[in-house]
């Protein structure tokens, strides 16, 4: 029988200054059975060399490791097989934020204990450092300029960006943090952060890179700014703008709204913003999607008001069902090309809502839909409904045949639907082409040539 691990006690020994290691880590490492440091290349290494106390480093394994992810494997064996016959402790400098730690912890599940002692971090000290210019630290949030690439800056909360290994790494902050700063706001920089009582510099943000040392101890701290001073926003800046539009002392006609009135708006916004994406103005089509995303944020808000639900549930109904309809990208379905993907779509859904019947996937069409629009939807999920698909020769024959018999209006709306058809197993857009020729006789009309 195995004989069970004994415990691992990472310790934290703050920045590589070697004045910030709290007292309860340096009796932990002085008491240590067995003492693995990450590297030596800290200060806090010196200070146990003079003391006599003896201890190993995980050095070696980074000349010895391929890439990073081999080096915390290596590290993490390297620790375990200790923990079999003694106590250890394993000493970073920031465990929280250390990559060799999660993977111990990921490994050690089920074979041996493992526990943090915790101490200062880089990013409180930088934070620390910033308090005489009267900067607001709370609700710190702490980021590594490497791992901004998957993130988004958030402007509600003050943030301490470290590791600024270089101008270029530092240029990639500046335009991270240009997305929703003014370039002109000022961030702190700090040379060293690493450093007990390190100073910090006001500087504008566009000249973040064009400071004077960068290393792994630099850091930069970026305060939080009120949507009302910055000129751009976030998603989050116009929930609060409607929450102080809705709420006590905000708009009386905002305050006034329901979800039936704002029915039009959407309707209309929509509708706008569906005739900017046949244009060629980004400036005009992100404004038209703003508003139309007003919309959605203040249905939201009136849903919270009344218990029902929250842009939380909105967010979290689209990204489910957004995974759900995509097992090609989330699930390793396997697909041939975009044409399959359109199967794949229709699978996903049918096993959300369930068994329906031909009649139901047709009621389900929005009666608020333009009529090109909701008829072709309507005939296509007829013909899905029955295993059908859509021929161009029948289609065409059949629209010539009900556009010559078109003599009243009963007549007439059939001959659409039969070009609605047409469209269909043309692959094209109904509403789409009747919109385009429409304005291309405007624009002639306009132009004095029709």
């Excluded at 706001?185 to 000249?207: H, I, K, N, R």
């Amino acid at each position: 029988m195995e004989k069970p691990a004994h415990e691992i006690l990472v310790v934290a020994l703050g920045p590589d200054d070697g004045r910030l290691v709290t007292l309860g880590a340096l009796q932990a490492l002085r008491g240590a059975k067995r003492l693995v440091l990450r590297t030596a290349r800290h200060a806090v290494a010196d200070l146990l060399l003079k003391e006599g106390v003896r201890f190993e480093t995980l050095d070696g394994l980074y000349d010895a490791s391929e890439d990073f992810d081999e080096l915390t494997a290596a590290a993490s064996e390297r620790l375990l097989f200790a923990a079999r016959e003694t106590d250890v402790c394993y000493a970073v400098s920031e465990p929280a934020n250390d990559a060799t730690v999660r993977r111990l912890a990921k490994e050690a599940q089920g074979k041996c204990r493992v526990r943090v002692l915790g101490g200062v971090s880089l990013a409180e000290n930088a934070a620390c450092a910033v308090i005489p210019f009267g900067v607001d630290t709370e609700n710190l949030r702490t980021l590594t300029a490497l791992s901004l690439p998957a993130l988004r800056p958030a402007a509600d909360v003050p943030m301490v960006i470290t590791e600024l290994n270089d101008a270029r790494l530092a240029a990639d902050v500046k335009l991270w943090l240009c997305d929703l700063f003014d370039d002109e706001m000022t961030v702190y920089f700090l040379p060293d952060a690493a450093e007990q009582g390190c100073t910090a510099e006001p500087v504008p943000l566009y000249a973040l890179d064009r400071q004077q040392v960068y290393d792994h101890r630099t850091a930069v701290f970026v305060p939080a700014v009120p949507y009302g001073e910055r000129q751009r926003a976030g998603y989050e800046d116009l929930v609060a703008v409607v929450d102080r539009l809705r709420g006590p002392g905000g708009c009386p006609w905002d305050r006034q709204q329901t979800h039936e009135s704002l029915r039009r708006y959407m309707i209309e916004e929509a509708c706008e913003a569906a005739e900017a994406m046949a244009g060629d103005d980004p400036e005009k089509l992100a404004d038209e999607l703003g508003d139309v995303l007003l919309q959605v944020v203040l249905n939201s808000r009136i849903g919270r008001e009344h218990r029902a639900f929250t842009d939380r549930d909105v967010t979290s109904a689209i990204v489910r069902k957004m995974i759900a309809r995509h097992p090609h990208v989330f699930a390793g379905v396997a697909v041939s090309g975009a044409d399959a993907v359109n199967g794949v779509w229709e699978a996903a859904k049918e096993k959300e809502r369930g068994v329906q019947t031909a009649a139901e996937r047709m009621a389900e069409v929005p009666l608020s839909l333009p009529g090109l629009m909701r008829a072709q939807k309507v005939l296509r999920r007829q013909q899905r409904a029955h295993g059908q698909t859509a021929d161009a020769r029948q289609a065409k024959e059949a629209f010539v045949r009900l556009a010559q018999a078109a003599e009243d209006g009963r007549s007439l709306g059939e001959a659409l639907e039969a070009a609605c058809a047409l469209a269909d197993a043309l692959s094209l857009d109904a509403e789409t082409c009747l919109r385009s020729v429409t304005a291309e006789r405007v624009d002639k009309a306009c132009a004095g040539k029709g």
